[in-house]
């Protein structure tokens, strides 16, 4: 979730009609710092598109509302590991369900959703994410100090 602002533009140059995006995301403490994130994130969007956070829904409302979303508006999902009312989902197994009721497309920010109804966009290499951070790990178990490590940039797109 490291570049929403990017990511957004995007997939507003793939929906140019696009006048709202609905932001999917849960109400567990990880739903939160993401939903807090895209909030910063994406708040340069609003004169151009309206922005709407589905947060914390009971699962069924929005399974609800995903099904009949307005005219030219997409779907944008953050993260979904529980509703309101306490129920538990795996996020990935939930967005696949979300996008087949879904009236219109889904987008989401990291490659691990392409697989479950996710339209595209520009999408998170999890994979060199998690292999620079297994190489840095290498190098401390071997006996390299860690401040001694330069910070790195890391380009996921």
Request: proline residues 4%.
């Amino acid at each position: 979730l490291s570049d929403h602002a990017q990511r957004g533009d995007d997939e507003l140059t793939l929906q140019p009609e696009t006048k709202q995006v609905f932001i999917v995301t849960g109400s567990s403490i990880r739903d939160k710092v993401y939903e807090n994130l895209a909030r910063a994130q994406l708040r340069g969007f609003e004169p151009r598109v309206s922005l709407r956070y589905l947060a914390g829904l009971p699962r069924t409302e929005l399974e609800r509302r995903v099904a009949t979303l307005p005219d030219a508006s997409i779907l944008y999902y953050l993260l979904f590991y529980q509703d309101r009312t306490g129920e538990n989902q795996n996020p990935i197994e939930f967005l696949a369900r979300l996008s087949t009721l879904a009236n219109r497309p889904t987008y989401s920010w990291t490659d691990s959703t392409i697989d479950h109804g996710v339209v595209g966009g520009r999408l998170e290499d999890q994979s060199s994410l998690i292999e620079a951070v297994a190489n840095t790990s290498v190098r401390v178990l071997k006996g390299e100090r860690a401040d001694t490590i330069p910070v790195s940039t890391i380009d996921t797109s």
